[in-house]
């Protein structure tokens, strides 16, 4: 392992933890503002939901490309690109009301989440080997702590500023933090040798793409669709033949000889089912809120209430990270895991006794955003005990894939519930409290689905866990 820069271990975490949270708020501030966008851009509904379809299908192509890219060119160098993505997605955002500017500038954004797993390989190469698993667990919850605060700070934007605001604010943040990264976060010297993998990449970047657009456009396209039967026809094609390349290729884009280690795909398969349950919490709680009294069980709550109510989920985020890494190092991030994926469970749990009044609600909400925290802190460290060290960018990047892929499906999932069971009230056609209820235990079933995938993979006693961290 190359030796520990002049650089403060804890200065490089806290900017690289900046950098992590920011990318993540640029995921989910435009979620508020859905409803208001076909208004302000002079456009049909379906067609402002590329805002959001756009970040998912970007973030997913460019995270383990740009993961891979880290650690043959250089982490750091790789990371400011993202950042410098970022800032010009989010000016064109600010000086624009064009929809195809937006979904352009909101694509940028959606690609910048490749730096949480830039950010993670980067501590494992610049700090103490007894720092490695509390930095990269606060590293890696900074996709939640960032996702579970874009949505309120997005509310309270759009409820008493102009909405440009919040792009022209993003922007200003991102030219500060990429300033301070070129600045303080060092460059590693660790690299995988060979040359990039352009026709792997090509390849991925068309399975993800084909997959993702079925699963996130295809309740609005129809099921049955022409496109929507093209592209689950395009995917079941090429991800196979992809796979059989990768096998076949001496410097794969992903070693999929790796990703099928058990206690990487079961990691992996973890995380796709925990960032299930991490957005179904988001997406119903914004809504549930807001549903008017007349259907007998909404609280009629404003737009800006209703981000609130994920706001202590965000802080028990901040709070639970650096406690899940003290347990990850003495029990084992297994044990750790697997504590989380029950609290995940327990939380939907609550849920279903507790959406009938605000407090409850968000103790609900909380409890579920706790198990995540725990969750999402801890995958790393899995990920990193089973890969080699020089492969740590591009393995992260995957698990993080995962997880984008988990939310988009999730994002479906509960958008096609919350359609179709529905009732009129006064007038007015909601979802039914039942639906809302359906969504939970679909949530709690994919978390009790990461518990025993999590219960899969091969156990191994703490101290391999802090060696494994370590070593390069």
């Known amino acids: 392992m190359p030796a520990v820069p002049e650089r403060h271990p804890r200065l490089i975490l806290g900017m690289l933890s900046c950098c992590g949270v920011l990318v993540a708020i640029m995921q989910t501030i435009i979620v508020p503002l859905l409803p ?21 299908l970007t973030g ?22 993202a950042l410098v993505g970022m800032v010009i997605g989010s000016l064109m955002c600010a000086t624009s009301s064009d929809l195809l500017t937006l979904i352009i500038g909101r694509g940028l954004q959606g690609a910048a989440v490749a730096v949480v797993p830039l950010g993670i390989s980067i501590l494992r190469d610049v700090v103490p080997p007894e720092r490695v698993i509390p930095s990269i667990a ?10 579970a605060f874009g949505i309120p700070i997005a509310t309270a934007v759009i409820e008493y500023t102009e909405w440009h605001t919040m792009f022209w604010v993003s922007a200003a943040l991102g030219v500060i933090v990429v300033i301070a990264v070129a600045l303080i976060v060092p460059e590693s010297t660790l690299r995988t040798r060979g040359r990039f993998d352009v026709p792997g990449a090509l390849g991925l970047s068309a399975f993800l793409a084909c997959l993702l657009l079925v699963v996130s456009k295809g309740s609005s396209w129809g099921w049955d669709s022409p496109a929507t039967l093209w592209l689950a026809a395009a995917a079941v094609i090429v991800g196979p033949l992809w796979a059989f390349y990768q096998l076949r290729v001496s410097a794969p884009l992903v070693d ?22 991490f957005y179904a919490n988001s997406l119903a709680t914004a ?39 003290r ?43 706790s198990g995540t925290a725990v969750a999402y802190s801890t995958l790393p460290a899995l990920i990193m005990q089973a890969v080699p060290v020089t492969e740590t960018a591009a393995a992260n990047g ?32 909601a979802p039914t409290l039942g639906a809302y209820y359906l969504v939970f235990v679909i949530a709690g079933a994919a978390a009790l689905g990461a518990l025993v995938l999590t219960l899969l993979i091969p156990a191994k006693r703490p101290a391999r866990v802090l ?6």
Request: one cysteine or more.
């Open 327 to 369: 347990l990850s190092a003495a029990r084992g991030p297994r044990f750790t895991l697997t504590l989380a994926t029950v609290i995940l469970a327990v939380g939907y749990a609550v849920r279903l006794f507790t959406s009938d009044s605000l407090a409850g609600i968000i103790v609900g909400a909380t409890v579920v955003a």
């Open 256 to 277: 999929v000889a790796v990703s099928i280690r058990p206690a990487v795909l079961f990691t992996n398969l973890s995380a796709l089912l925990i960032g299930f349950a």
């Open 36 to 56: 208001s966008l076909p208004r302000l851009t002079h456009s049909g509904a379906d067609d402002v939901s590329w805002t959001v379809t756009i970040t998912l």
């Open 398 to 429: 995957l698990n993080t894939l995962m997880r984008t892929i988990g939310q988009a499906v999730c994002s479906a999932i509960v958008a096609t519930v919350l359609a179709h069971l529905v009732a009129v009230h006064a007038g007015h056609s």
């Open 138 to 147: 606060i590293m890696s919850a900074t996709l939640g702590v960032g996702a």
């Open 467 to 472: 060696a494994g961290a370590g070593a390069s």
């Open 60 to 81: 997913a192509v460019f995270t383990p490309l740009l993961g891979r890219a880290g650690d043959m060119y250089g982490k750091r160098r790789v990371l400011l690109t």
């Open 287 to 325: 809504q549930l809120v807001q549903e008017p009294a007349s259907t007998g069980y909404g609280l009629g709550a404003s737009i800006f209430v209703s981000g609130l109510c994920l706001l202590p989920g965000g802080v028990a985020m901040v709070i639970l990270s650096p406690v899940s890494a």
